[in-house]
């Protein structure tokens, strides 16, 4: 199991995404290899400062990856080890002593010194950089820490933190309620306090597989997270200054893969829906989520930075562009994307994101509206996108919805919902409800 482990971290470090890699993982250890190797990516920074203080000298990546796995299992902290010490380290030396039997000694070494030494060795590695201290690339950390001066520590180590699992009742299926009272027959009790801008989000207290959850074969309730969930009954409601959108509005879901805010959107009004997707092989997930709800859209590989292709001309009443990004507001849940990320992908993907609304934003009705969406605590990828498009727009009249709540950190005690103590932390989202004024 370690070895496998650290050859998952080991691909991390070449720049493999873990979504790309664990699936490649033998069935039966997969949870446990996924739950190991998470735990390492949240201790990463830690573990790599540790091991250049007990061997300053790097050693072969295939060593390097196996110290640093061990290291960041054995850390001290809150979390207990998820193996007994002394048994990971026979471990490792024993998979050195098969693998690369010139290396056992050393590794031996190394970790023992650990082992002997932790609380003061752990102590001084986290002293030694703000990377080794918040298990971030230096990069990142000086974004938060400009972005967001007060809250950076507490943003960054939201990250290192297990994310609650949260559902979405169907309210064409059932209500809230019974869905509660149902999860809690089935021993899966919610969190009582409700998320703000998601009313129908319900956080289990704990964690299950879907196929545990009652109701979920019959379309009752879907896995989402609680920001966003909050996307779907913005754009429909219409904020402070729209009217909610009439039965058979015509709306586009821009980059609609793999369908859960889709899914949302037609869960809570009878829309007329297009939801495009570049990625032809995402969209088959499209299809499945909507098969599952009993839920109908018109679903296309469509490229939509060039409307030309594909857009009949006929105007959208209400947009969603849930852009990508550098996904910095889901590390919690993707713990391997820090380190994956270079600091380039910021520019180039906020670059994107202009020129997705900058394409869609001539499609929208006159009186219409478009929601901009991303999963990024970044304001180059959320506020700043909007700051330059409003400037750009100010003439012909583009105005933010007031009630659009802006970045949302992955914070209980979120700044944006100062009324939602208790409620679980939601991802770090950003939402924009733009509106464009009716022909005069
Ligand atoms: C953040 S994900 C969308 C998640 C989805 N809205 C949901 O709630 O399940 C972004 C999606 O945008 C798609 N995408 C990226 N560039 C695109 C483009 N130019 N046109 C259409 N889709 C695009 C990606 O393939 C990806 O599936």
């Not at 979920?216 to 959108?245: K, N």
């Not at 001309?313 to 969603?320: K, M, S």
């Not at 001539?362 to 969406?373: E, H, N, Q, T």
């Amino acid at each position: 199991l370690l070895v496998v482990v650290a050859q998952q971290v080991a691909a991390v470090r070449r720049g493999e995404s873990l979504s790309a890699t664990l699936p490649a993982v033998d069935t039966a250890m997969r949870p446990a290899v996924q739950a190991l190797t998470f735990h390492v990516m949240r201790r990463l920074g830690a573990a790599q400062a540790a091991r250049a203080l007990l061997a300053p000298k790097a050693p072969p990546p295939e060593v390097d990856a196996l110290l640093v796995t061990a290291l960041a299992l054995a850390w001290p902290g809150a979390a207990p080890p998820p193996y007994a010490v002394h048994t990971l380290v026979d471990q490792a030396v024993a998979a050195m002593r098969r693998q690369r039997p010139a290396a056992a000694g050393f590794v031996n070494a190394v970790l023992r010194r650990f082992t002997r030494e932790t609380e003061a060795i752990a102590a001084q590695a986290v002293a030694a950089s703000p990377q080794a201290r918040f298990n971030h690339p230096t990069w990142w950390i000086e974004r938060v820490r400009r972005d967001w001066p007060q809250p950076a520590p507490a943003v960054l180590d939201a990250a290192d933190a297990h994310p609650p699992m949260t559902l979405r009742v169907n309210p064409r299926r059932t209500t809230v309620d019974a869905a509660r009272a149902r999860l809690a027959a089935a021993g899966l009790p919610t969190h009582a306090a409700p998320h703000p801008g998601a009313p129908h989000a319900l956080t289990l207290l704990g964690a299950a597989p879907v196929h545990a959850l009652p109701g979920f074969a019959q379309g009752e309730l879907s896995v989402q997270d609680a920001a966003a969930q909050r996307a779907a009954p913005l754009l429909v409601a219409g904020g402070a200054i729209g009217a909610p959108l009439r039965a058979g509005a015509r709306v586009l879901d821009a980059c609609a893969a793999p369908g859960g805010k889709t899914a949302q959107l037609l869960e809570l009004a009878d829309l007329d829906l297009l939801a495009i997707d570049h990625d032809a092989a995402r969209l088959p997930r499209v299809h499945h989520t909507l098969d599952r709800l009993g839920l109908r859209a018109e679903v296309r590989a469509a490229d939509a930075v060039e409307p030309a292709a594909w857009w009949d001309g006929r105007p959208f009443d209400a947009v969603l562009l849930d852009a990508p990004c550098t996904a910095s507001g889901i590390v919690r849940r993707h713990p391997d994307v820090r380190w994956l990320r270079r600091p380039g992908d910021v520019a180039r993907l906020a670059a994107r994101q202009r020129a997705l609304l900058a394409a869609l934003w001539p499609l929208v009705a006159p009186g219409g509206r478009l929601l901009y969406a991303t999963c990024s605590v970044f304001r180059a990828e959320g506020q700043d996108v909007i700051d330059a498009f409003l400037q750009r727009e100010a003439g012909a009249g583009a105005v933010a919805d007031p009630a659009s709540p802006g970045h949302l950190l992955p914070l209980p005690e979120n700044p944006a919902d100062p009324a939602s103590p208790g409620a679980p932390a939601g991802d770090g989202f950003f939402l924009s409800l733009l509106h464009k004024p009716r022909l005069a």
